[in-house]
C-alpha cells in the first residue's frame, strides 16, 4: 500500500475481462492492514530505483564477460539509471540480446541481437532454444536467423544468463 508499504493481494489478471473490467475491481480496494490505498510493486518514473537492487544489477553488469549473456527486454533505453545496465555490459565483450516491439537507441548503437516482437512471445522460444541439447530446431519465421544466430553465441553461455 501507499501508506505503509504494506502487501494487497488483488485478483490475477483474467484475460476474459476487458482493461475496464479490471479497473473497476480495483475501485475500492484498501488495505486491510492500515486502510491506505494500493500501488503497483514496480518503481514509477520520478521515483528512484531502490539501492540494493540497483547496486546488485550494476555489479552483475560489471562481472560480464565474453561467453556471457545480456538479455535486454521491452525497455525504450532512454530511462536512467537502467540504460546504463546494457551500455556497461556492451564494454565487457557480453553476447547481447534485445527483445522489443522497435528497434531503439541500443539497438543502434551496440548492434545487440535484435528479437522484434511480444517479449513474452519471445522468452517462451528463447527458453526452449536455451534448454535445447541439439540443433534448432525452428521454423523459418521471421526469428529464426536470430535464434540461429543466438544458438551459435550462446553454445559457452548456457549457464551465464544475466538478465
Known amino acids: ?70 538479455i535486454v527486454i521491452g525497455t525504450t533505453a532512454s530511462v536512467y539509471p537502467a540504460a546504463y545496465i546494457p551500455e556497461i555490459a ?13 528497434e531503439t537507441r541500443f539497438t543502434r548503437a551496440f548492434k545487440p541481437i535484435f528479437l522484434r516482437g511480444k517479449a513474452s512471445d519471445l522468452l517462451e522460444e528463447l527458453l526452449a532454444e536455451l534448454d535445447s541439447e541439439e540443433a534448432p530446431a525452428l521454423g523459418h519465421d521471421k526469428h529464426s536467423n536470430a535464434m540461429l544466430d543466438l544458438s551459435a553465441a550462446t553454445e559457452e553461455a548456457r549457464e551465464n544468463v544475466a538478465v
Open 90 to 102: 556492451s564494454t565487457r565483450n557480453a553476447t547481447m540480446i534485445e527483445i522489443n516491439m522497435d
Open 1 to 70: 500500500c501507499v501508506e505503509k508499504g504494506h502487501m494487497i493481494a488483488l485478483n490475477e489478471y483474467d484475460p476474459t475481462k476487458t482493461d475496464e473490467e479490471h479497473i473497476q475491481a480495483s475501485i475500492g480496494v484498501r488495505c486491510a492492514v492500515c486502510d491506505g490505498f494500493p500501488r503497483p510493486d514496480c518503481v514509477l518514473f520520478t521515483e528512484a530505483l531502490p539501492n540494493e537492487p540497483w547496486v546488485q544489477a550494476e555489479y552483475a553488469a560489471e562481472q560480464l564477460r565474453g561467453g556471457d549473456v545480456c
